[in-house]
C-alpha cells in the first residue's frame, strides 16, 4: 500500500453554549466587535467533569462508527492537543484505553497548537502509507477555555473546547496526496501560554498570552504559501482546489487566505461561528461538518491548511 484514505470522521462539541452576549455580562466587549473582528457567535465549554480525552472518546466513537471499524481495528492513534490531560500518560493513551483497545498498537500525541492537526495528519499518513500501521485514528481534541484569563477580552473571545476524529486506513489509491510542514521558534513569543510546572508550583502565567496583529499577519501569509507549496508538489493548480478547509481561527484570516489564493467563499468550509476557534480540533470538526453537509464528492480535491503557536504550519492535499 502507498497511501493513507480517510474512510471515516466524527466530531464532538459539549453540550454547554456561551453566546457573546453572555459575554458581554461579564466583560467589556459585545457581541457586534466579536462578530465584526472574528466571526464568531458563540463557543461551547466543556463540563467541569469532561477532560480533552472525554471529548476525543466521543468524536472517535463516532468516526470508528462511519468507517464501520471497531475499537481494536486500530493499530495507531495520534491526538493533536494542546491541552492534554495531564503533563502524562499522553492524551492518546488515555483514549485508548477509554475506547477499550487492547491490540497494543501505538498511541501517542503531538503538539504543534492549532497547527497540530496537520502535524498529525502528517505524522499518520506516513505511518500508514509505509505500512507501520493499518488503521490510523487521528484526532485533535481541546479544551481551551481552560486556559483562558476570561478577563482578557483580547484572547477569551476567541477560543472553544471540542474534538474531531478521522479514521485513515492504508490504501493503494491516493487519499493523502502529500503533507508540508513548517515551524519557526523564532516568532514562540507572539503566541504561547508561558507558564511551566516547576518544584510543585507553576511559574509564570497558566494562560494564553497572544499579540493577536502579529498573529494575524503571520496566519494569512503562511496558510496562503503552504497551501501553494502542496499544490506545486502535486502539480496541480490554485483553481483545482474543490474545498479550503482551513484552521478555523476566525474568518477574516480565513476569508484573506481565500482571498489570496482566489478560492471563493462558497468553496470554503466554515464552523468558526457556531463554535470559535477550536485549536487542534479546528480542522477535523471542519472536515466531520464537510462529510455530514455532503460538500465532498468522490475525486474532489480538499485543500487542509493551519498555523498555530509555535510558530507551526502547514497544509495537506486530500482527494475525496
Ligand atoms: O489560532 C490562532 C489564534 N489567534 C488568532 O486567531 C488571533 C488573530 N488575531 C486576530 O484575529 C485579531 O488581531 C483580533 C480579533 C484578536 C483583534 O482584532 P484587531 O482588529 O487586531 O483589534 P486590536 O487588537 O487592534 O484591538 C482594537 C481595539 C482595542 O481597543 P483600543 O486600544 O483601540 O481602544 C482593543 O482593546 O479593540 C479592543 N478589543 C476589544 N473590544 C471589544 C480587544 N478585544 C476586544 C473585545 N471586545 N473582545
Known amino acids: 500500500m502507498k497511501y493513507s484514505r480517510i474512510i471515516g470522521t466524527g466530531g464532538y462539541l459539549p453540550e454547554k453554549i456561551v453566546t457573546n452576549d ?29 477532560s480533552t480525552s472525554d471529548l476525543a472518546l466521543i468524536a472517535s466513537q463516532r468516526a470508528l462508527a462511519s468507517a464501520g471499524l471497531a475499537p481494536n481495528d ?31 498498537g501505538a498511541a501517542f500525541d503531538v503538539q504543534a497548537v492549532c497547527s497540530g492537526y496537520i502535524f498529525a495528519l502528517a505524522t499518520a499518513d506516513r505511518m500508514v ?13 481541546e479544551t481551551m477555555t481552560r486556559i483562558l484569563d476570561w478577563n482578557d477580552r483580547g484572547t477569551c473571545v476567541l477560543f472553544g473546547d471540542g474534538a474531531g476524529a478521522l479514521v485513515l486506513q492504508a490504501s493503494e489509491t491516493p487519499g493523502i496526496l502529500s503533507t508540508h510542514l513548517h515551524s519557526d521558534g523564532r516568532h514562540r513569543h507572539i503566541l504561547s501560554v508561558p507558564g511551566q ?23 494569512v501569509r503562511v496558510l496562503a504559501e503552504s497551501t501553494e507549496e502542496a499544490l506545486k508538489h ?20 480565513m476569508d484573506a487566505t481565500a482571498k489570496k489564493l482566489g478560492v471563493p467563499p462558497e468553496k470554503v468550509i466554515s464552523t468558526v461561528a457556531g463554535q470559535a476557534n477550536t485549536s487542534a480540533a479546528s480542522v477535523p470538526l471542519a ?5 455530514r453537509n455532503g460538500c465532498f464528492k468522490p475525486g474532489q480535491l480538499l485543500a487542509l491548511t493551519a498555523v498555530g503557536g509555535g510558530f507551526a504550519w502547514g497544509a495537506s492535499l486530500v482527494r475525496w
Open 22 to 50: 453572555d459575554l458581554s455580562k461579564s466583560l467589556e466587549t459585545n457581541d457586534e466587535w466579536i462578530r465584526t473582528r472574528t466571526g464568531i457567535g458563540q463557543r461551547c465549554i466543556a463540563a467541569p467533569e469532561q
Open 74 to 104: 486500530i493499530d495507531l492513534i495520534v491526538v493533536a492537543t494542546t491541552t492534554p490531560d495531564m503533563v502524562f500518560p499522553s492524551t492518546a493513551c488515555i483514549l485508548q484505553e477509554k475506547l477499550g483497545i487492547t491490540n497494543n
Open 129 to 141: 502509507a509505509s505500512g507501520m500501521a493499518k488503521n490510523a485514528l487521528v484526532v485533535g481534541a
Open 197 to 219: 510546572i516547576r518544584d510543585g508550583r507553576i511559574e509564570g502565567s497558566p494562560f494564553i498570552h497572544m499579540d493577536g496583529g502579529a498573529v494575524f499577519r503571520f496566519a
Open 234 to 253: 502535486n502539480g496541480l493548480q490554485l483553481a483545482d482546489i474543490d474545498w479550503l478547509v482551513p484552521h478555523q481561527a476566525n474568518s477574516r484570516i
Open 287 to 291: 472536515m466531520d461538518h464537510g462529510v
